[in-house]
């Protein structure tokens, strides 16, 4: 809705921008100022990470203008087996219930977002091109040095992201401001709350205190997301199918939340960060 009239990069670029900034607000009023002190490692860290994660995003604004929403939503539903790859290259061994919950959602997905025709090779390699970044940066944020408070690390990760976006955005953008519907900006706004401010630094939170391969289980639930705001935003038929996918999708989810062993120096992360005062 937001990239129906505003241009995609410079959307996306200026909803993180605007969500970094109040993010590090918080932070300093909650935390204060030294919880923005990290070292050069760690915003090195950060900023990696920030190009990666919300320039993933990036890509899948700019691509779903031209792709199916089923296939975008099919192709991003494999980050969790792109991780399970990097786990593997890396020296990990996922449970086999991991990797049968891995495959029964995916098959869940293939029921649940048939892909249909109509994208161009440009916009497919745009899509996997997202999946592909919010994989690595997803894996990498876990075994680079990050800052240690993770809505710090938020607030910096989209800041960086926005920065390399905006003037990108600014190049390959033809502004006519006043073609902006307040459909579009509402919807701007909306994400740069819920999906910054809320969704954005829960999942930063939790890539610094859950596994790897639990969190990645996100992708999973996308689609039934989608799907429902479908049904009651945009009056989207429900069918057995979609039920059905939903059904395995979750199914899948709670079996990989299962299955996924915690590690004894992530337990102690989450027990410190509980500990931590507001």
């Known amino acids: 809705m937001a990239g129906e009239t505003i241009p995609p990069l410079f959307a996306v670029a200026w909803r993180f921008l605007v969500a970094g900034t109040l993010m590090a607000g918080w932070v300093v009023w909650r935390r204060g100022a030294s919880a923005l002190r990290v070292t050069r490692q760690q915003l090195g860290s950060a900023a990696l990470i920030g190009v990666l994660l919300p320039g993933a995003n ?7 203008r031209d ?12 980050v969790p087996l792109l991780v399970v790859a990097l786990r593997f290259a890396g020296g990990d061994r996922p449970t086999r219930g991991s990797l049968l919950g891995v495959a029964i959602g995916f098959a869940g997905i293939a029921l649940l977002v048939r892909p249909g025709g109509g994208a161009s090779a440009g916009g497919l390699a745009l899509v996997i091109g997202s999946a592909v970044a919010w994989a690595v940066g997803s ?12 809505f710090a690390a938020t607030a910096l990760e989209m800041l960086a992201g926005g920065l390399v976006l905006l003037p990108i955005g600014l190049l390959a953008t033809d502004f006519e401001p006043s073609e902006w519907t307040a459909r579009s900006i509402f919807a701007w706004w909306y994400l740069v709350v819920f999906g910054s401010l809320l969704g954005y630094t829960a999942y930063v939170w939790l890539l610094h205190h859950a596994p790897i391969g639990k969190v990645a289980t996100y992708a999973y ?3 039934v997301v989608a799907i429902t705001l479908g ?5 989207e038929k429900l069918s057995w199918r979609i039920v059905l ?5 979750l199914a899948a989810v709670a079996a990989v939340v299962r299955k996924e062993p915690v590690p004894p120096e992530t337990e102690a992360a989450a027990a410190g960060a509980a500990r931590v005062p507001d």
């Open 58 to 64: 990036a890509l899948l604004f700019v691509a779903e």
């Open 67 to 78: 792709v199916p929403i089923g296939l975008a939503s099919l192709v991003i539903a494999s």
């Open 139 to 150: 894996y990498l944020s876990g075994r680079l040095p990050m800052p240690r408070d993770a």
């Open 221 to 223: 639930v996308n689609p």
């Open 231 to 235: 049904v009651i935003v945009l009056d």
């Open 245 to 249: 996918g939903a059904a395995i999708v």
